[in-house]
């Protein structure tokens, strides 16, 4: 079994922000994200899942349109963690393929592989006038921009092998080799919404864990030090991109 921790810091629940012991103000602190982060990493949660949506209306006693950007969470979480994996939500829609690819190769990279990307497109029209848009896509439209975006975005990532960071000061040699990888597929499992922070997630992790791993369910350690070894996925080549293209 695989868990992910789907973080929602004013609770799943509509009212979760008004339970009594709710930290609600404490979840807009980079503290308490940090203590919920680690403490997933210490239950062996394979990840932390961050959801994200733009141009959500900011209306009174209303928990919506209060989000931190995730990119920027995962890329600070993954610097106070060691093993847990971090997925963060990014639209097709109202991105450039290159801005994407650069920011998740980077994370990816500096955390030891730890970084995953939920790709979605976007389901709102106001997102378009905060990018200075006169209408939103088609609903077909987006799928199309979608399909083609990711294709490059893996392009870009696989631009380089890993391998070709030679770094060979003697001969002079940095980079040497530009080829295609193929990005697997996503792996199966569950991702565990909280109804409150901080009561209810300490009640998953102290109660619901400890059952699963008893029945042998649930890892009781990290098998890796990726988020793609902990959640058994193998290790793309360069081979497998350009046959899925060629096909």
């Known amino acids: 079994m695989k868990l992910g921790a789907f973080f929602f ?26 203590e919920q982060a680690q403490l997933a990493e210490q239950a ?19 928990r919506s349109g209060l989000k931190f950007n995730p990119v920027v969470l995962i890329s600070a979480l993954q610097a106070v963690t060691k093993n847990i994996g971090f997925v963060s939500t990014l639209t097709t829609t109202y991105n450039e393929p ?29 997102e378009a006038t905060l990018f200075g848009k006169e209408k939103h896509l088609e609903h077909a439209c987006l799928y199309e921009r979608a399909e083609e975006f990711v294709d490059v975005v893996k392009k870009l990532w696989f631009s380089v092998e890993k ?7 003697e001969n002079g040699k940095f ?27 300490k009640d998953i992790v102290e109660l619901v864990i400890p059952e699963l791993q008893r029945r042998g369910l649930f890892c009781t350690e990290y098998e890796g030090t990726t988020l793609r070894e902990n959640l058994g996925l193998k290790v793309p080549t360069a081979a497998s991109v350009h046959g899925a293209v060629t096909q």
């Open 44 to 62: 062996k949660f394979n990840m932390v899942f961050f959801a994200d949506v733009f141009g959500e209306e900011i209306a009174e006693n209303s």
């Open 9 to 34: 810091l004013r609770g799943h629940h509509l009212a979760a922000w008004r339970y009594p012991a709710a930290q609600t103000a404490e979840s807009f602190t980079f503290d308490f994200i940090k």
């Open 98 to 126: 290159f801005h994407v690819a650069r920011k998740f190769a980077s994370i990816d990279h500096l955390s030891g592989g730890r970084a995953a990307w939920n790709i979605v497109t976007s389901a709102n029209p106001k």
């Open 175 to 201: 980079v040497d080799q530009l080829e295609d990888w193929f990005v697997n597929r996503a792996a199966d499992g569950f991702n565990i919404m909280p109804p409150t922070f901080l009561e209810g997630f």
């Open 163 to 169: 391998e070709a960071l030679v770094i060979d000061k």
